[in-house]
């Protein structure tokens, strides 16, 4: 899984329309303001443009853990950090993923 697309600061590029570079995404950050908490509040508060950022890092990541689901099998995955805030719009992507039996 790579983390220039389900990263902070790739799910922040696309929340503010850039494309993903690590040096432009923290330039993004610190001229902008906007955080990874900053879009999960706008999406708990209804942004549209937020619910859209944060489902397409959903999809992403679902993706991802399929993938390591389907590789390796292992008994438990453990996701951690700011994004967990936003479990609620992540767990129907991530419960919907392809995972080979």
């Given at each position: 899984m790579?983390?220039?697309?389900?990263?902070?600061?790739?799910?922040?590029?696309r929340?503010?329309?850039?494309?993903?570079?690590?040096?432009?995404?923290?330039?993004?950050?610190?001229?902008?303001?906007?955080?990874?908490?900053?879009?999960?509040?706008?999406?708990?508060?209804?942004?549209?443009?937020?619910t859209?950022?944060?489902t397409?890092?959903?999809?992403?990541?679902?993706a991802?853990?399929?993938?390591?689901?389907?590789s390796?099998?292992p008994?438990?995955?453990?996701?951690?950090?700011?994004?967990?805030?936003?479990?609620?719009?992540?767990?129907?992507?991530?419960?919907?993923?392809?995972?080979?039996?």
């Amino acid at each position: 899984m790579s983390r220039g697309i389900t990263s902070n600061l790739a799910t922040i590029s696309r929340y503010l329309g850039r494309g993903f570079s690590p040096e432009t995404a923290r330039t993004l950050v610190a001229s902008t303001g906007v955080t990874i908490e900053v879009v999960i509040d706008r999406w708990l508060s209804g942004d549209e443009r937020a619910t859209k950022t944060l489902t397409e890092t959903a999809r992403y990541l679902a993706a991802g853990l399929a993938m390591i689901v389907n590789s390796v099998n292992p008994g438990m995955i453990f996701v951690g950090g700011e994004i967990t805030a936003a479990w609620k719009l992540f767990a129907p992507a991530i419960a919907g993923a392809p995972v080979i039996a």
